[in-house]
């Protein structure tokens, strides 16, 4: 799993004045689909310009292709995440944890 965590400006943001763009979630969820990457959950903080995605991927290159809408706008950080529940499993199973 990764979370992508998109941010951008006031001014390039689609849902807004400056630059609207009406087909911008369809553009973004398009180009999730046609990557290949499955989206667990999303979120959005609209006053703060970001965005939050977890997914699920199976390669790089379907990681960038998916976000590509995104970058057109602002930055895209991918990080590596597990649930947290697993991560205690884990920790318990290598003996890092009681």
């Known amino acids: ?3 992508i965590i998109a941010k ?4 390039m943001c689609a849902g807004g004045i400056v630059r609207p763009d009406k087909e911008f979630v369809t553009k973004l969820d398009g180009s999730m689909k046609k ?5 667990v959950e999303g979120y959005l903080d609209g006053p703060g310009h970001e965005w939050y995605f977890v997914v699920e991927a199976e390669s790089n290159t379907a990681l960038n292709n998916a976000v590509e809408p995104l970058r057109l706008i602002g930055d895209v950080k991918i990080v590596p995440v597990m649930k947290f529940s697993d991560a205690v499993v884990w920790a318990k199973k ?3 944890q009681k």
């Open 8 to 11: 951008h400006t006031a001014e």
């Open 94 to 96: 290598i003996g890092i």
């Open 1 to 3: 799993m990764f979370m």
């Open 35 to 39: 990557s290949g990457v499955k989206v």
